[in-house]
Structures are given as structure tokens and as C-alpha cells.
């Protein structure tokens, strides 16, 4: 599976943590806090694009563009 992230994400592009048990993850706000303003919210989308077998990384990469693009004319 392909986790992406849009564009418009806060503080995109995100940091990555990974882990040697294993863990791979999306890091907002990362290492430095983020204070949320009282009323205001935010939002997050990710997108998980579930594959069989290895992908090549061009692949993966129209994938992405085609979630980029669907993020970008929602808006």
C-alpha cells in the first residue's frame, strides 16, 4: 500500500518517522508543536492506494498525481 498525502495538507510536505519495528508515518506536526487556535480547525486527508506485488516507483508516482489532481479540482 501507498500512503499519500495532499497538497494541501498543513506543513506539507510532511516529515516521515519511521521505526525499526517497522513503523512508517505520516509526522504532523512532527517535532516542533503545532497550537491549534481556539475555533479554528484542521484538516487532514491522506489517501491509501492499496497495490498487489512491488510497484515500480513511476507507477506509484501517476498515482499520486492522479490523487493530487482529484485534491485540486475539489477545491
Known amino acids: 500500500a501507498a500512503l499519500f498525502v495532499e497538497p494541501?495538507?498543513?506543513g506539507f510536505p510532511l516529515e516521515w518517522m519511521t521505526r525499526a519495528y517497522g513503523l512508517l508515518a505520516a509526522g504532523w506536526p512532527?517535532?516542533?508543536s503545532h497550537t491549534i487556535e481556539?475555533?479554528?480547525t484542521v484538516t487532514c486527508n491522506y489517501g491509501v492506494w492499496v497495490h498487489r506485488g512491488?510497484?515500480?516507483a513511476a507507477r506509484i508516482q501517476r498515482a499520486y498525481e492522479a490523487f493530487a489532481g482529484s485534491v485540486e479540482r475539489d477545491n
Open 8 to 10: 494541501p495538507h498543513p
Open 30 to 32: 512532527g517535532v516542533k
Open 38 to 40: 481556539s475555533g479554528k
Open 54 to 56: 512491488r510497484v515500480e
